[in-house]
């Protein structure tokens, strides 16, 4: 087991969920100390600990134990891609690109929106916790947001966070494909 990888884990994810090393070992039962060494891999723990840790920080615990480091790049074929997701009758299907981990903090897809005429959500916007950044590369779509809307054509882009009702509506019957990266709020 590498300490400093399970130790480097632990503190990305709590600090990725806003929690203090007091609130995770209140949780846990154990010591601020004990979970400070833990966090700066100067300590064995127990598995048994480290589950409560996983479970407080709401991760399974073989994420944890995973010796497997992180990549600094990861590459992702086009033909090695998986399918769409997602239900078109909905407004969108989409394409993950590529993940470097699952708790990095971003998600880059390919929304594909529904064509006007096979659309059925065209004014039930959603919300989400992350901030969202998109740019249009084919197509055209109007943006609703907070009660506003903003027509977007190939090459625009935006900005704004995932919290307040937006949709993507498509202005005709040619659907559009917005690159969207999805990013953690910290």
């Known amino acids: 087991m590498d300490l400093q990888n399970i130790g480097k884990k632990i503190k990305q994810i709590r600090l990725r969920n806003q929690k203090t090393q007091q609130q995770i070992a209140d949780d846990c039962g154990i010591s601020k100390s004990l979970l400070s060494k833990i966090e700066n891999g100067q300590t064995t723990s127990a598995v048994a600990t480290l589950s409560k840790i996983s479970d407080a920080l709401g991760v399974q615990l073989s994420w944890i134990l995973?010796?497997?480091?992180?990549?600094?790049?990861?590459?992702?074929?086009?033909?090695?891609?998986?399918?769409?997701?997602?239900?078109?009758?909905?407004?969108?299907?989409?394409?993950?690109l590529a993940n470097r981990s699952k708790y990095s903090g971003i998600e880059p897809t390919i929304v594909h929106v529904t064509p006007r005429k096979l659309n059925q959500r065209l004014d039930q916007t959603y919300t989400h916790s992350q901030d969202e950044f998109i740019y249009i590369l084919e197509g055209s779509i109007n943006l609703l947001y907070d009660g506003n809307e903003q027509l977007m054509e190939k090459g625009?882009?935006?900005?704004?966070?995932?919290?307040?009702?937006?949709?993507?509506?498509?202005?005709?019957?040619?659907?559009?494909?917005?690159?969207?990266c999805f990013i953690d709020r910290i």
């Open 66 to 96: 995973d010796d497997k480091t992180e990549q600094d790049i990861v590459f992702q074929k086009n033909s090695n891609r998986q399918t769409r997701f997602g239900d078109e009758g909905m407004g969108y299907s989409y394409e993950l």
């Open 156 to 180: 625009d882009s935006a900005y704004f966070q995932g919290s307040k009702p937006h949709l993507f509506v498509p202005v005709d019957d040619d659907g559009a494909q917005v690159l969207t």
